[in-house]
C-alpha cells in the first residue's frame, strides 16, 4: 500500500511571498502523485499531477511541483501568493497499478495581507 | 460543462433514520468513488465501483453502503446515522481505461452531511 505525509499542517505565509507544501510519499511501485485545493464546504479541484515524463510540472493558479524520485517527494510551491490561495491543500497518490487515490492529512495555507 | 454533481449540498438526517445521498457524472467514466472526510481531515475512501464491480474499504463499517444502478449513478446510503457519522461526503470519478494521458480524478462539490 502507498502512504502519503504532509510535512507541515499549518503554513502561514504573507501576500506576494512565496510558499513551498512538501509531500512525501512510500510506494513499492511507481505512482502518479496530484495536488488538491480545498476550499471552505468546497469539493477537491485539482491544482496538477504528475503521471509520466518531465518532472517539473505545472497546473493552474501559477502552482507548480516538482517530482523528486530519489527523494520520493512532489512538493509544491508558488513563487508569489495571494489572499485568495488560502485554503487547505491535499498531496495525493495513487499507484501505477492500482486505480484508488489516497490522501495526506493536508496543509492549511494562510496568506495575510 | 461535463462534471460530477452531488445532491443535495447540505443534507440535515436525525439520529438513525436511513438516508441517501446521490453522485451523477456526465464524464462515461467507468469508476466511481465515495469519500467521507470529517472536519480538518483528509477524505477517507469508503468504497468504489469499477464499472459494477462494488469494491469495499476494510475498515468502511457496514451501516455505509452503495447502488450503482447505471454508469451515470452512484448512490450513498447510511442505514442508521450516528453522530459520528456527520461529515462531507465526496463523490468522484475515474477512467483508468482512457489511457494515461488523461489519467486523473473528478470530485463532486460534496455534500455536508449533519445529523441531530
Known amino acids: 500500500a502507498q502512504s502519503v505525509t504532509q510535512l507541515d499542517s499549518q503554513v502561514p505565509v504573507f501576500e506576494e511571498a512565496p510558499v513551498e507544501l512538501r509531500c512525501n510519499y512510500s510506494s513499492s511501485v511507481s505512482v502518479y502523485l496530484f495536488w488538491y485545493v480545498q476550499y471552505p464546504n468546497q469539493g477537491l479541484q485539482l491544482l496538477l499531477k504528475?503521471?509520466?515524463?518531465?518532472?517539473l510540472v505545472k497546473g493552474i493558479n501559477g502552482f507548480e511541483a516538482e517530482f523528486n524520485k530519489s527523494q520520493t517527494s512532489f512538493h509544491l510551491r508558488k513563487p508569489s501568493v495571494h489572499i485568495s490561495d488560502t485554503a487547505e491543500y491535499f498531496c495525493a497518490v495513487s499507484r501505477s497499478n492500482d486505480y484508488k487515490l489516497s490522501f495526506g492529512a493536508g496543509t492549511t495555507v494562510t496568506v495575510r495581507a | 460543462d461535463a462534471m460530477v454533481i452531488q445532491n443535495p449540498r447540505y443534507q440535515v438526517t436525525q439520529f438513525g433514520k436511513p438516508v441517501t445521498l446521490s453522485c451523477s457524472q456526465t464524464l462515461n467514466h467507468n469508476v466511481m468513488y465515495w469519500y467521507q472526510q470529517k472536519s480538518s481531515q483528509a477524505p477517507k475512501l469508503l468504497f468504489h465501483y469499477y464499472d459494477k464491480d462494488f469494491n469495499n474499504e476494510a475498515d468502511t463499517p457496514d451501516n455505509f453502503q452503495s447502488r450503482r444502478p447505471n454508469t451515470s449513478f452512484c448512490f450513498l446510503d447510511i442505514r442508521s446515522p450516528g453522530l459520528g457519522d456527520a461529515a462531507m461526503y465526496l463523490c468522484?470519478?475515474?477512467?483508468?481505461?482512457?489511457?494515461?494521458?488523461?489519467?486523473?480524478?473528478?470530485f463532486g462539490s460534496g455534500t455536508r452531511l449533519t445529523v441531530v
Open positions: 468522484a470519478t475515474s477512467s483508468p481505461k482512457g489511457g494515461i494521458a488523461n489519467y486523473g480524478y473528478t
Open positions: 504528475y503521471l509520466s515524463g518531465s518532472t
